[in-house]
Structure formats: C-alpha cells, structure tokens
C-alpha cells in the first residue's frame, strides 16, 4: 500500500510460478515498488493486463490466510469513495497489522475445533433457516411493536432494518445480544458495536449468558470453545489479531466491538447492530474519517444483512433512515413508556415552583433537586449527579465582567486546580491555593487580569466534578460520595443511600435503578456554538435519566435548565422520536446534514485557494466561509499521516464548508478525492484534511 492520493489505485505484478498456490485474491504480499519493498493485497488473480511496461514480480507471500476477502475489499472501496479518502487509509482502519504468532496460533485453535475447511474460508451459497430459536428472553423484545417479528426475521436469515428506541430502564445490552444470537442461532453471524469498553463488556457478557445456555445449533460450537468475540479497542496487538483472524477464518460468530469492529470480515454475515450512534467516539479521527453508522449502512446494504441501530435518544441521520423507509421504527406504546418513565422536573417548569423558589432560576441546583435527592437518600437509595465536565473548575471567567479567562501566552482558557492536599482553600470567589492555570498549554497565570476590565477577581464559568463532588458532600453530610470521571469510571454502584457524581457518559449502573438523577448545568450543553448542541444534550440526558427507577416506584430527574426549551419538553415527554423529526426538518431548512451533504476543508488560506483550484466541483456546489479555525484544532502531519502536527496550524488556518444535495454527494466526494490526488502529484505546499459530514460543523 502507498500512501499517497495520487498513487491510490490498483498495480499490475505478474505472480511467479512458485507462488502462484499462495498468491491468491486476499493474501498480504511484498513488492517492489519505486525501488523499495512494501507491503500489499492481492486483489484479484487475471490471465491479462493493460499495463504496456515491464511487470513487476511479487516478491514473497507474507501469509497464506485471505486478510482481505472481496467482500471486505468491496466495503473498504465504498467507504474511500464515500468519504473522498484513499483505500490505503481505509485498509489501515479494517485490517490490523499483522502478527504471526497470534495468526498461526488462531489457525491452530479452529483446526483443533474442527473449524477451518478449506471450503468455509469462501463465501459459502445462501443459507436457509436455521434450527428454531432458542430461548433468549425475547419476552424483553415483545415490549416492542413488532420487536417479535425482528427477530424472526433474524433468525430467520431475512434482512430486516429498524431504528430501534429503547424505553427507560431497558436492559439495553440483553435486547442487543438477544438479536445477535438469534442471527447467530439461524446459521449466521452478526457484528455488534458499541462507543467504549463499558458497553462492550455489558453486551459481552449478555451475549455469553446466552450462548452458555442456548441449545440448537449453538450448543455444537459453543462446546468446542465460545462463538463470541470480542475486539476491545485496549487489546494488545497480539491478542486483537489472534481474536480478527478467529472472525475471518472461522465458522459463524458473533463479534462485539468498537468502532473499528464494524470492519471485521465474518462468515456469513446476517446482522449489523450499533448502539448509541451519537456518541463521539463511533467517528474515526483518522482519515477518511469515517463513522461506524455510515460504515454499517454500507456494510449491511451491500452484504444483503440486517440492520438495528438503537439507543435511548435519536439522531436526524436516525430518523431520517426511518423517512426514507430504509429502515422502520420499534417503538415501545406510548403507556408502557409512560410506567417505564421516571418523573422528570426542569428547571422552574410552573409558576408556582418559580413563587416558592425566587433564586431558581440562578442557582445551580434549585430546592427541587434537593428535595429529590433527600427523598432517594431517606428511601436508602443511591443519587445520581451528572455534570458535562470534569476537574476541579476547569474554566474561570471574570468576576466583575464575565468575561472568560484567558492564557496570555497561547489564549487558551484559564482553569483552576483542586486544593493542596495540606487542606489550603481553593476555588473561584476565594483565595485559591494555587494560580490559574491555562489547559492548553499548562501555563501558570500568577498576575491574571482581566483584558476587558482589568479585574483580578475570578468565578466558575464550568464547575467540573470534583468541586461538585465537594460542594454534595457539604450539602449531604454523612453521606458517602462517589465520584466516576475521567481516569476513576465505576461501572456499577451498591443500591444503597449515596451521592454518585459523574461526568457524561461514566455515568455507573445502580441495581434497581437511582432513586432520583439530578442533570446539572444545562445550559453549558445547550449554549455551546455547534449545530447539534440540542440534540447532544438529549442524548445525554436520556441516557443518565434511563438509569432512574420509574416514577411508579418513586424515580424522579431534575434537569436544571429552562423549561420552555424545545429539547428540555421532550426530556420531559420522553419523547425522543418527535424531537428527532423536529431536528431533521431544522436540518432540512437550514440546510444541513444529513438533509444535505457537506465537505469540510481546512487549511491556510494559500493552500485551500490551490486545492479548490485543483478540485472540479460539482456545479451545484455552494460554499460557506471560510472562516477561521477554532484555536487548538490542528491539522494532520504531512505524507497524509494523521499523527498530529508538532506545531500548532498557521494562525490564519481556515475552513471551507461545500454544500451539495443529497443527489450530488457522490459526485463531491468524487471530485475532493480528485483534488487531493492532483494536489499530492502536484507536491502543494501545506496541508489540507477534507472531511465529509463531520460530526461537527460548528
């Protein structure tokens, strides 16, 4: 593979007579190409070729085993084509780098089992259904307007699709497994992803609950060793390779993993499922930049599979799979997601609340979250505080002006630490123990002032869990507070009366449920300057407010933020479906994905202005900006490497935003991907990184 975008395209090389048994379509090989030996995919075998030169010679099989079979070559092409990338990035993402003694261990492990012929390692011919299916509490999916029917449709090795909304409370991750094993229990394999490792380990071990005590057809393998694999993005090189190539060369199986997990080459594939399509980490930071929803549409379109993406909230690309009628919806009757519902209070949601609490509207948490948690704690039952950052006050801001701290060497935002152990006061509006100190660079501001007024005074902007597990613990004495954040994420709590703090998705689970969750500083979600700061703040609210016990058995949530707001009313309904379809036809009138297809293009502004010039863009291309780079972004290293550049971008770095219909995305990708080419062969100075439908625009 070269990385280059200009050299991204297919090499003729003749196969000498002693490798021609090894050299087959899929295999690792080394060649010689300018004068170097690198490494490379066989991608078909033909008796002809155009090329009207000197052939080059594969110089040696690196394996035997097809890493790369067609139909994974296949994807990984749609992919660079969607996402004006090159193959070679898009190979690095699907297919981990090899390591000999994890492949030849795996191989003898199957063999042992019995379960590598020669003839399983081929796409084998449609399969029909499979054994019935075994008991696995699909009692959970009859909840669910024709949860019941998905199911045998899987198990049935049909290809249905849903967008699936998981009531409050749900045991999410059993519902998910039970899907995938009824794929698996039909004769085929399913491929489950999920954002982090918590999840992974929620849906992994569902998932071997069930193949433990299934009998059918998965008892014959589960037997021989478990049908379940998983590729946590934390496994060493030896371990991930060992756990790929058991996928690749196998028999069907069930694969739970991260983000790069959607690539994984399966026998007969029947179900993609993705968890929580929202979460920032399903979107790959390196080129092409991919997300693991886009990766799977494609996926399960082209494989004939089927689809379930589900979660608590709902994205406008969700939605908008449900419009098209590429997908439909499992939904639970709105009575029985009322029972499942906690009670859910804002932020002074009646005059008569605003009458008995005047400051409600100033405080950080109003007399209602206190009463909420004081029932749970006097019920014995634990009390869940969500906030959006984590630290101590990780930024400040003017106390006279507001107007936010900045560093004076780099205008990063200025923050404070936790008090010294020796017990010295902290915080803003006291004498700090010490100086404010900047997050981006880490300098010490020891004679901050304020630009605006010239204030040496400072107060919280942001109060980060720490503090706010500080002021609870003040607040709740006698209480045990626990904190899960950052480096320290729980991933259960005891049932009993406690103060839980956590920051955005480290929220632990709680048997039973919380007896009351209260969503602080709301409004630092809903202010931020990006296009899906509402619906972020939904889904993060939601996905807190689902661990809460129903409000028939006593679950209440405070979100401190104002009522009136759009998104705080369906908080309120549980109502994520209605504010989805609300968010999709704000997309679809201002113009933005997925109602329409965007490219985002950074650069100085000399090498943008050189890379729109080399670019042939559709004639129905608008474009928006440019307009500066957020401080902190930087650009990818040259070579199209993505490891970050050494020095910050050029201060006058700019992005371009090209706006295309839906019908023209092709054709945008298309032309960018062109661009980069003519801009690589034409050894531009400087860099750009094209990115298409970033997760965020601004």
Same mark, same amino acid.
């Given at each position: 593979?070269?990385?280059?975008?200009?050299?991204?395209?297919?090499?003729?090389?003749?196969?000498?007579?002693?490798?021609?048994?090894?050299?087959?379509?899929?295999?690792?090989?080394?060649?010689?190409?300018?004068?170097?030996?690198?490494?490379?995919?066989?991608?078909?075998?033909?008796?002809?070729?155009?090329?009207?030169?000197?052939?080059?010679?594969?110089?040696?099989?690196?394996?035997?085993?097809?890493?790369?079979?067609?139909?994974?070559?296949?994807?990984?092409?749609?992919?660079?084509?969607?996402?004006?990338?090159?193959?070679?990035?898009?190979?690095?993402?699907?297919?981990?780098?090899?390591?000999?003694?994890?492949?030849?261990?795996?191989?003898?492990?199957?063999?042992?089992?019995?379960?590598?012929?020669?003839?399983?390692?081929?796409?084998?011919?449609?399969?029909?259904?499979?054994?019935?299916?075994?008991?696995?509490?699909?009692?959970?999916?009859?909840?669910?307007?024709?949860?019941?029917?998905?199911?045998?449709?899987?198990?049935?090795?049909?290809?249905?699709?849903?967008?699936?909304?998981?009531?409050?409370?749900?045991?999410?991750?059993?519902?998910?497994?039970?899907?995938?094993?009824?794929?698996?229990?039909?004769?085929?394999?399913?491929?489950?992803?999920?954002?982090?490792?918590?999840?992974?380990?929620?849906?992994?071990?569902?998932?071997?609950?069930?193949?433990?005590?299934?009998?059918?057809?998965?008892?014959?393998?589960?037997?021989?060793?478990?049908?379940?694999?998983?590729?946590?993005?934390?496994?060493?090189?030896?371990?991930?390779?060992?756990?790929?190539?058991?996928?690749?060369?196998?028999?069907?199986?069930?694969?739970?993993?991260?983000?790069?997990?959607?690539?994984?080459?399966?026998?007969?594939?029947?179900?993609?499922?993705?968890?929580?399509?929202?979460?920032?980490?399903?979107?790959?930071?390196?080129?092409?930049?991919?997300?693991?929803?886009?990766?799977?549409?494609?996926?399960?379109?082209?494989?004939?599979?089927?689809?379930?993406?589900?979660?608590?909230?709902?994205?406008?690309?969700?939605?908008?799979?449900?419009?098209?009628?590429?997908?439909?919806?499992?939904?639970?009757?709105?009575?029985?997601?009322?029972?499942?519902?906690?009670?859910?209070?804002?932020?002074?949601?009646?005059?008569?609340?605003?009458?008995?609490?005047?400051?409600?509207?100033?405080?950080?948490?109003?007399?209602?979250?206190?009463?909420?948690?004081?029932?749970?704690?006097?019920?014995?039952?634990?009390?869940?505080?969500?906030?959006?950052?984590?630290?101590?006050?990780?930024?400040?801001?003017?106390?006279?002006?507001?107007?936010?701290?900045?560093?004076?060497?780099?205008?990063?935002?200025?923050?404070?630490?936790?008090?010294?152990?020796?017990?010295?006061?902290?915080?803003?509006?006291?004498?700090?123990?010490?100086?404010?100190?900047?997050?981006?660079?880490?300098?010490?501001?020891?004679?901050?002032?304020?630009?605006?007024?010239?204030?040496?005074?400072?107060?919280?902007?942001?109060?980060?869990?720490?503090?706010?597990?500080?002021?609870?613990?003040?607040?709740?004495?006698?209480?045990?507070?626990?904190?899960?954040?950052? !480096?320290? =994420? +729980?991933?259960?709590?005891?049932?009993?009366?406690?103060? &839980? @703090? /956590?920051?955005? $998705? #480290? %929220?632990? *689970?709680?048997?039973?449920?919380?007896?009351?969750?209260?969503?602080?500083?709301?409004?630092?979600?809903?202010?931020?300057?990006?296009?899906?700061?509402?619906?972020?703040?939904?889904?993060?609210?939601?996905?807190?407010? !689902?661990? =809460? +016990?129903?409000?028939?058995?006593?679950?209440?949530?405070? &979100? @401190? /933020?104002?009522? $009136? #707001? %759009?998104? *705080?009313?369906?908080?309120?309904?549980?109502?994520?479906?209605?504010?989805?379809?609300?968010?999709?036809?704000?997309?679809?009138?201002?113009?933005?994905?997925?109602?329409?297809?965007?490219?985002?293009?950074?650069?100085?502004?000399?090498?943008?202005?050189?890379?729109?010039?080399?670019?042939?863009?559709?004639?129905?291309?608008?474009?928006?900006?440019? *307009?500066?780079?957020?401080?902190?972004?930087?650009?990818?290293?040259?070579?199209?490497?993505?490891?970050?550049?050494?020095?910050?971008?050029?201060?006058?770095?700019?992005?371009?935003?090209?706006?295309?219909?839906?019908?023209?995305?092709?054709?945008?990708?298309?032309?960018?991907?062109?661009?980069?080419?003519?801009?690589?062969?034409?050894?531009?100075?400087?860099?750009?990184?094209?990115?298409?439908?970033?997760?965020?625009?601004?």
């Amino acid at each position: 593979m070269v990385q280059p975008a200009h050299l991204d395209r297919t090499f003729d090389y003749r196969v000498p007579e002693s490798l021609d048994d090894a050299a087959q379509p899929g295999v690792r090989v080394r060649v010689r190409f300018a004068g170097r030996l690198i490494d490379g995919y066989v991608l078909e075998r033909v008796a002809d070729t155009a090329h009207e030169g000197r052939l080059g010679t594969i110089e040696r099989v690196v394996s035997p085993l097809p890493v790369l079979p067609p139909p994974l070559a296949e994807l990984c092409a749609a992919v660079a084509r969607r996402y004006a990338g090159t193959r070679a990035d898009v190979l690095r993402l699907a297919v981990p780098p090899r390591h000999a003694r994890a492949e030849t261990a795996a191989l003898d492990a199957l063999a042992k089992r019995g379960a590598v012929p020669a003839e399983q390692r081929e796409p084998p011919a449609e399969p029909g259904p499979g054994p019935p299916t075994p008991e696995c509490g699909d009692e959970g999916w009859a909840r669910y307007v024709h949860g019941a029917a998905f199911l045998d449709a899987a198990h049935a090795g049909r290809a249905p699709r849903a967008v699936w909304q998981a009531v409050p409370g749900e045991d999410w991750a059993l519902r998910i497994a039970e899907a995938a094993h009824a794929t698996f229990a039909g004769g085929r394999s399913a491929v489950v992803v999920v954002a982090d490792r918590r999840d992974l380990d929620r849906v992994a071990a569902a998932l071997r609950r069930l193949c433990s005590g299934a009998g059918g057809a998965a008892s014959s393998t589960t037997a021989a060793g478990s049908p379940v694999v998983e590729l946590a993005g934390g496994l060493g090189p030896q371990a991930r390779y060992r756990r790929w190539v058991t996928a690749l060369a196998g028999p069907p199986c069930i694969v739970v993993g991260n983000r790069s997990a959607v690539f994984t080459p399966v026998s007969r594939l029947g179900l993609v499922a993705l968890w929580d399509d929202g979460d920032d980490l399903l979107s790959e930071p390196r080129s092409p930049y991919p997300h693991a929803r886009e990766v799977a549409l494609l996926r399960a379109d082209a494989a004939g599979a089927g689809f379930l993406l589900g979660g608590h909230a709902r994205t406008a690309e969700a939605q908008s799979l449900v419009e098209h009628g590429w997908a439909q919806d499992l939904l639970a009757p709105r009575n029985a997601v009322r029972r499942a519902s906690p009670l859910i209070r804002a932020l002074a949601d009646s005059e008569q609340a605003l009458a008995r609490d005047p400051a409600a509207r100033r405080a950080r948490l109003p007399a209602i979250g206190f009463q909420a948690a004081r029932d749970a704690l006097s019920a014995d039952q634990p009390v869940l505080v969500q906030v959006p950052r984590a630290g101590y006050i990780p930024v400040v801001a003017c106390a006279q002006c507001r107007e936010p701290a900045r560093c004076r060497r780099c205008a990063g935002p200025l923050g404070l630490p936790p008090p010294r152990p020796d017990g010295a006061a902290g915080g803003a509006g006291e004498e700090a123990a010490a100086p404010p100190t900047c997050r981006w660079c880490g300098s010490a501001a020891r004679a901050h002032s304020c630009t605006k007024c010239g204030s040496r005074a400072l107060r919280a902007q942001v109060t980060g869990a720490q503090r706010t597990a500080e002021e609870f613990g003040r607040a709740f004495r006698g209480v045990p507070v626990i904190g899960s954040s950052g !480096a320290d =994420v +729980r991933d259960e709590v005891p049932a009993r009366a406690s103060v &839980v @703090v /956590a920051t955005v $998705g #480290a %929220e632990p *689970v709680a048997p039973g449920g919380y007896g009351a969750a209260l969503l602080l500083d709301g409004w630092s979600l809903l202010t931020r300057a990006d296009l899906r700061a509402g619906e972020e703040a939904l889904r993060r609210w939601m996905a807190a407010s !689902a661990l =809460v +016990r129903s409000a028939e058995t006593g679950g209440k949530v405070v &979100v @401190v /933020a104002d009522a $009136g #707001a %759009e998104v *705080v009313q369906a908080l309120i309904r549980w109502d994520p479906v209605g504010q989805a379809r609300l968010e999709l036809a704000g997309r679809r009138e201002v113009r933005f994905p997925p109602a329409v297809r965007i490219a985002a293009v950074d650069g100085a502004p000399a090498t943008l202005a050189a890379f729109l010039d080399l670019a042939a863009l559709p004639e129905s291309t608008e474009t928006l900006g440019p *307009v500066p780079l957020p401080p902190g972004v930087r650009l990818p290293g040259g070579g199209g490497r993505e490891a970050a550049a050494a020095d910050e971008p050029p201060a006058d770095a700019e992005r371009m935003l090209l706006r295309v219909a839906r019908r023209d995305g092709a054709a945008l990708s298309r032309a960018l991907a062109v661009g980069q080419a003519a801009f690589s062969s034409h050894r531009v100075a400087g860099t750009v990184r094209v990115q298409i439908d970033p997760v965020r625009v601004g």
